[in-house]
Each structure stands twice: as C-alpha cells, then as structure tokens.
C-alpha cells in the first residue's frame, strides 16, 4: 500500500508499470532502463529491500527510516541522498503545513519516500513522462524535476504569509484581543518557513558544482540554474517576512506599553480623586466632631454641673461649638481640603 507509483523507463518512455518492488528489480537488467519507485510512508521492511537492491548507503538508509530531517543534500559515491521540506498553505486554518521528502538519486533509479501530503509527486512524474527529452536525461533530471516542484509549491505559501501579515498590520491598532496569539503563531510559522526554505539554494549549488565532474547535460544545467534563482527568491521573501513579524511584534509591544501607561495613569487620576474626596470627608467630619462632642459634653445632665447654673454658659457652649467649627474650617479650607 505504501507503493504509490512505480515505473521502469527507456529513452525518456515508460515501458513497465510493476505491481511490486521485486518486479520492479527482476527487469532493471541494462543501464539503458532507469526505475522511478514512489513511497509514502513505506515500513522499514520496503526501505530495506530498496536499500539492499540498490546498495544504499547505510546512514542514508537510517536517515530515510527515522524521518524528522533538516533539508540536506549528501553524496555516496555514485548516489545522492537529497532531504526537503515541502510546504502547504491551509486556507481553511490560515496555517502552513510542512512535510517531508527524502529522494535517492542513482544512475538506473530514482526512489522517492514521503512523509506527508506534499510535494505533488504525481504531478511531476506526469510532466517528465510528458517531456521524454528531458526524462532521458536521466534520474538528476527527475531530481531537477521534484527541487522544481518543491519551490512551485512554496509560492501559495509565500502569498498566504504576505496576506496574514497584511491583515495584521490592519488590525494591529484596532484593539483585537486575539492579536498577541496570532502575531505569535505567526512568527513560529515564518521561523518554520524558513528553516525548510533557507538550505535549498545551498542543495542545488552542491549539485551545480558537480556539473562537470559528472557531464550534467547543459539542459538540465539551464533548468537547475533557474530553480537555483527561484529558491533564492523565496529565501528573500523569508527574510523580509521575519523582518517584517518583529517589527509588527515590537509595535504591538509598544502599544500594550501604551496602553498600560495610560491606564495606570487612569488608576492614578482616580486614586487622587478619592483621595481629594476622602480628605473633604475627614475634614467635614472633623468640622461636625468638636461641635457634637461640646453638646454631647453638656447633654449629659449631670446634676453637678457648674455651668448649667451660669447666666453665660450656654451663649459659651455656643461660642465654643462654632468656634471649633470656624477654625478648623480655615484650617481645611487654607490647606485645600476643602
């Protein structure tokens, strides 16, 4: 179930479609015929059986089995052992999804294992099948092929990231509650992004610098040149994009800084507000206190009482209770408590 094409090639013309990995074997017989085997997600049995029919190197093999690999390119001897990071833009959650391909490059095969839903491999067997010319070239001509496709697919994704960098530059100074999260997702993204994307042109320069060593047609040198300018492109684009989250995420900083100034400063005019209330408070009450405890004093009817027998104590009480009033009024008054 893991086989999802396979095929054994001749000039650039497929000639056999085999129903399994040992058929497949059983008619790579001549150096005219070249097999282009597609897994997805095989078992390490499969990996195994293409591994001992075409001597693969072990540690590229080990690699292949484990998966979760940076974007590399390696060299054993006459095959290569190439790692991508294919990517997908999600319209429906506004997220990049990101894969995996680990492709085997040899002079008679081509063995393609994917971890993920991309890159569209089917789509690149079905342009190579419908350019022979370039097919004949050889299996670095499928590798050429699958580096395309890879750097097509990453166009959708750098346009969904340019949108969602857009909208949060609209809604960075309408308040959103959410906004901090989404700036956040999105600087992991990019950060992701570029991780996949960064290795690539130095994946294909490798390949460029083998171009004599190893009489690379001058076709497939003219097609490699230009996905090399493609790459480095879409490398750009990730720098800026970085570029341009920090500076988003550093705005939005400033912002809650600002906003959280202002409502200390808010919390603070309301503070000196109750304060100014609460003063104006104790000093109403301080006014009313010495009144009512002079009348409570000689509201007690004691029996002995010097003053209720005085002609002047009560004009005195009286004179007492507004005099307390008036001077701690000036006082309050004079200090702005009142």
Request: hydrophobic content about 40%; proline content about 4%; charged content about 25%.
């Amino acid at each position: 179930m893991s086989i999802v094409d396979n095929a054994i090639y001749r000039a650039g013309q497929r000639i056999l479609t085999p129903s399994s990995l040992e058929e497949t074997f059983e008619h790579l017989h001549d150096d005219s015929t070249i097999a282009w085997i597609g897994l997805y997600r095989p078992s390490d049995a499969e990996i195994d059986a293409v591994a001992a029919e075409f001597d693969l190197h072990p540690l590229a093999v080990e690699d292949a089995k484990k998966g979760h690999q940076r974007p590399k390119i390696e060299r054993y001897g006459d095959t290569l052992f190439t790692v991508l990071r294919p990517a997908r833009y999600i319209d429906e959650t506004e997220t990049v999804e990101f894969g995996e391909v680990h492709v085997f490059t040899g002079p008679r095969f081509v063995v393609t294992i994917r971890h993920a839903e991309s890159p569209n491999l089917a789509a690149v067997r079905k342009r190579m099948e419908a350019q022979p010319e370039l097919l004949c070239l050889g299996s670095e001509a499928v590798l050429y092929a699958i580096l395309d496709q890879v750097v097509d697919e990453y166009l959708p994704v750098t346009l969904g990231i340019e949108n969602d960098l857009d909208e949060i530059d609209d809604t960075l100074f309408s308040g959103e509650s959410d906004i901090t999260r989404r700036i956040y997702l999105l600087a992991s993204e990019i950060v992701s992004y570029q991780r996949a994307v960064s290795p690539l042109p130095g994946i294909i320069e490798v390949l460029q610098n083998g171009f004599e060593k190893y009489q690379v047609a001058p076709e497939l040198q003219s097609y490699l040149r230009d996905v090399h300018d493609h790459a480095l492109t879409v490398v750009e684009r990730t720098h800026e994009f970085r570029q341009h989250i920090q500076n988003a995420l550093s705005t939005h900083h400033t912002l809650v800084g600002q906003e959280q100034n202002r409502e200390m400063q808010r919390l603070s005019e309301v503070s000196l507000r109750q304060g100014e209330e609460v003063k104006k408070i104790s000093s109403w009450a301080a006014i009313i206190f010495a009144p009512t405890l002079i009348a409570g004093i000689y509201g007690m009817n004691f029996t002995h009482m010097p003053e209720l027998d005085w002609m002047w104590g009560y004009p005195m009480a009286l004179v007492l209770m507004f005099g307390f009033a008036g001077a701690l009024y000036l006082i309050f008054k004079k200090r702005n408590w009142l």
